[in-house]
């Protein structure tokens, strides 16, 4: 391998990419525009659920009942109703995730039994939102009703229940404000960076035999690796800067705890770089198409990386045969190396498996990608 030829084929590959404002735009603006749009637009914190209220009672046990939904922080624009029919209108139109209704006789079974019925209705369309503002208000019912429990006590002269009383403290680690985003944004990372390398590489050979010019390339003394390595270097290289905005974005804008080893999350980024490059680059071989060879790219990062790396869906919640199969995803190596350089600093040695697959499958993609491309029209 010569470095003269190397040089001059990666500086021509620079200067198509100069020229060539699509790959400009994607190199530059798609890593800005994607982690913009997806760093605020997903998020797993349900916050502010619309809730209405039917108090048939409107007495003043009711409405302390009313009141603890109104004060709490996790419902909001709370609607008190006065009718079935106000009812069935916002369920139907989904103003309301949920009808919270106090029957008539609360205060009087209650005073009487120690104990209300409340009934809710939940608009379960949504069934993620609807689960969690199910245990919203099962928590200021919870509250509310350890109150009246109190109360009714007193007013009775007897002692509050405490027999079998369990004092539950949990505490959280790595992620103490159970924040979303620091679950969501390192994964971010590796979508952009899948999605963009991929998209790149796969116009490289492909442009070539569009325009013509495969022949000159054919003709001239350099290799296939030269030809590879040529093609892929730039690419490399845009692929480092980009992670490092996504990287100190997650940082310095999203506020990402960062806890591990700078130099474990550069190798592993390279890594990751290399296998996506790689598989952009056999595709451009394969498939003389520049759309052609860019849409199987689409397919072959963007849904696995979203759907099968743990960036979205939990893998150890997926059915057996899917876990096996997210084995194959490459970007499961690496979202999981991500989170855990961020929010844990786990070492190199916490993470022998992952990096070591990761590895192999940089090797494995660069092996093939060097024997796929022949200097033949054929």
């Known amino acids: ?68 939904f109104v004060a709490s922080d996790w419902f909001t624009g709370v609607r008190v109703l006065d009718s079935d029919r106000a009812v ?24 009487t039994t120690g104990s209300g019925p409340v009934q809710a209705v939940f608009d379960a369309t949504d069934s993620n939102t609807t689960n969690i503002a199910i245990g919203y208000a099962q ?14 006590a007193q007013a009775h002269g007897l002692l509050p229940r405490t027999v079998g009383a369990v004092d539950f403290q949990p505490r959280v680690w790595f992620n103490e404000g159970l924040e979303s985003s620091y679950f969501i944004i390192p994964g971010v990372v590796a979508v952009i ?10 116009l490289t050979i492909s442009r070539e035999w569009e325009r ?39 940082i310095f804008w999203f ?33 003389r198409s520049q759309l ?26 997926m059915p057996a045969p899917i876990r096996a199969v997210s084995l194959l995803v490459y970007a499961r190596y690496y979202v999981t190396i991500l989170r855990a350089v961020f929010l844990k600093g786990s070492s190199a040695l916490d993470l022998l498996g992952p990096i070591l697959a990761l590895a192999l499958y940089a090797l494995a993609i660069v092996w093939i990608a060097a024997r796929a491309f022949r200097k033949s029209l054929d």
């Open 255 to 287: 506020h990402v705890p960062f806890r591990g080893s700078i130099v474990l999350l550069a190798l592993t980024t390279a890594l990751f770089t290399v296998v996506v490059l790689g598989i952009g680059y056999l595709l451009s071989v394969r498939i």
């Open 212 to 250: 013509g010019t495969m022949e000159q390339l054919i003709s001239t003394p350099v290799t296939a690796l030269e030809v590879m390595l040529g093609k892929i270097v730039p690419y490399f290289l845009i692929g480092l800067f980009d992670a490092i905005f996504c990287l100190l974005a997650a």
């Open 1 to 68: 391998m010569s470095p003269r030829r190397l040089f001059a084929m990666a500086f021509k590959e620079m200067l198509q990419i100069w020229r060539d404002p699509h790959s400009l735009a994607i190199a530059l603006l798609m890593p800005m525009m994607q982690m913009v749009l997806l760093g605020y637009g997903i998020s797993l914190d349900i916050r502010g659920v619309p809730l209405c209220i039917y108090d048939q009672e409107r007495s003043q046990t009711s409405r302390a009942l009313v009141q603890r």
């Open 88 to 111: 069935r209108e916002v369920m139907d139109n989904g103003d309301c995730a949920g009808v919270v209704t106090i029957p008539v006789d609360f205060s009087r079974v209650f005073t």
């Open 292 to 317: 052609g060879a860019s849409q199987i790219a689409l397919i072959l990062t963007l849904l696995p990386t979203t759907m099968l790396s743990g960036y979205t869906f939990p893998i150890d919640q």
């Open 139 to 152: 928590g200021v019912v919870a509250l509310t009703t350890a109150d009246f429990e109190m109360r009714w």
């Open 193 to 202: 960076l899948a999605l963009v390398g991929a998209q790149l590489t796969s």
